[in-house]
């Protein structure tokens, strides 16, 4: 029987009356131990959890090849390790392969898309702006709720009192026009800020401070920002055209280590064979020597030959008793 023992560590004591059960026990808890273990060992990608079966158990004859040292099974269980390591990594070619397949028809072209619309926009707002930019400070002029201000100061409280008027987070509002470009306000309520944007072709934005004047001078280096923000923009263009013309390169490409893989799943095919015709000849040894085990007299303990003896009685009787129906007629 089986009693569960005391701590922290889970363990079983083995008791009975023979010892073959005893033996039976263990072999069975090293056989499930093997299987945990293997489903390690071989590497099955992507490896996420033992389960109960496992064909890379090893087999009773690998077991024992293994124990004398044949040469056979040591190098299948390098194979073993080698194969599951190529395998990964011809999985992890073919996930790169399409995803390089995916970005050529259809991410790097929406980028390159939208990149391209993006710069046509900065360069209209470039040319815009430098048809209504004020070049003299005396000629400051800002529309703010239908009023024009032409003093920069006016105009930072006017945008203040704008600010605080505003009734709706996250809602935009219209409030008027600067060189050229309209302007909309709204109230971010993650970062508890004003957000101004303008926008004439493309749309830009900037954070609203507490100072009136400031807030003028915010707005005039973001104007002013546009041909910076269309160089990187262009970057970022050509950045995308370079991965993907790289990537037309790459696409197609077989994995590199195709043959290897190959020469080690045939020579893994051989020895597998080759472990299993000697898991055959072993069984077949077992059966025999089984089968003149139980045609020999009985040798070993007391407790043994009186239990042979006892059968061997048993069928004697069980024979007698239908001779004697025979002879009385009664079968």
């Given at each position: 029987m089986l009693e569960p023992c005391e701590g922290k560590l889970s363990c079983t004591v083995l008791r009975g009356e023979s010892g073959s059960n005893t033996a039976d026990l263990l072999d069975q808890l090293?056989?499930?131990?093997?299987?945990?273990?293997?489903?390690?060992?071989?590497?099955?990608?992507?490896?996420?959890?033992?389960?109960?079966?496992?064909?890379?158990?090893?087999?009773?004859?690998?077991?024992?090849?293994?124990?004398?040292?044949?040469?056979?099974?040591?190098?299948k269980m390098a194979l073993d390790v080698d194969v599951a390591k190529l395998k990964l990594l011809k999985a992890n070619h073919m996930n790169n392969q399409y995803r390089l397949e995916d970005d050529i028809a259809r991410n790097f072209p929406q980028q390159i898309a939208k990149l391209t619309e993006i710069i046509d926009s900065y360069k209209?707002?470039?040319?815009?702006?430098?048809?209504?930019?004020?070049?003299?400070?005396?000629?400051?002029?800002?529309?703010?709720?239908?009023?024009?201000f032409t003093e920069k100061k006016e105009a930072g409280t006017a945008l203040l009192a704008v600010c605080k008027d505003i009734k709706s987070v996250?809602?935009?509002?219209?409030?008027?026009?600067?060189?050229?470009?309209?302007?909309?306000?709204?109230?971010?309520?993650?970062?508890?800020?004003?957000?101004?944007s303008v926008k004439h072709e493309s749309v830009a934005k900037v954070r609203l401070g507490a100072d009136a004047l400031g807030?003028?001078?915010?707005?005039?280096?973001?104007?002013?920002?546009?041909?910076?923000?269309?160089?990187?923009?262009?970057?970022?263009?050509?950045?995308?055209?370079?991965?993907?013309?790289?990537?037309?390169?790459?696409?197609?490409?077989?994995?590199?280590?195709?043959?290897?893989?190959?020469?080690?799943?045939?020579?893994?095919?051989?020895?597998?064979?080759?472990?299993?015709?000697?898991?055959?000849?072993?069984?077949?040894?077992?059966?025999?020597?089984?089968?003149?085990?139980?045609?020999?007299?009985?040798r070993g303990s007391i407790h043994e030959k009186l239990q042979i003896y006892k059968e061997k009685s048993q069928r004697e009787n069980e024979t007698g008793k239908e001779t004697r129906k025979r002879d009385f007629g009664l079968e």
């Open positions: 090293i056989e499930n131990k093997q299987k945990f273990i293997s489903q390690i060992m071989t590497s099955k990608a992507p490896v996420r959890s033992c389960e109960d079966v496992d064909e890379a158990a090893l087999s009773y004859a690998e077991v024992k090849a293994l124990a004398t040292g044949n040469p056979a099974v040591k190098e209209a707002d470039i040319a815009h702006f430098s048809e209504h930019k004020i070049t003299d400070p005396e000629q400051f002029s800002m529309e703010i709720s239908g009023k024009v996250d809602a935009a509002m219209d409030i008027g026009s600067y060189q050229g470009f309209n302007m909309r306000i709204q109230f971010d309520s993650w970062s508890k800020e004003f957000i101004l807030n003028i001078t915010r707005i005039n280096n973001l104007l002013e920002s546009y041909p910076e923000k269309l160089a990187e923009a262009e970057q970022r263009l050509e950045t995308v055209q370079e991965q993907m013309a790289n990537a037309k390169e790459e696409v197609g490409k077989p994995f590199p280590k195709e043959e290897e893989l190959n020469q080690k799943l045939d020579r893994l095919s051989e020895l597998n064979a080759l472990l299993n015709m000697d898991e055959r000849e072993d069984t077949e040894t077992e059966q025999s020597e089984s089968k003149e085990k139980e045609e020999r007299p009985a």
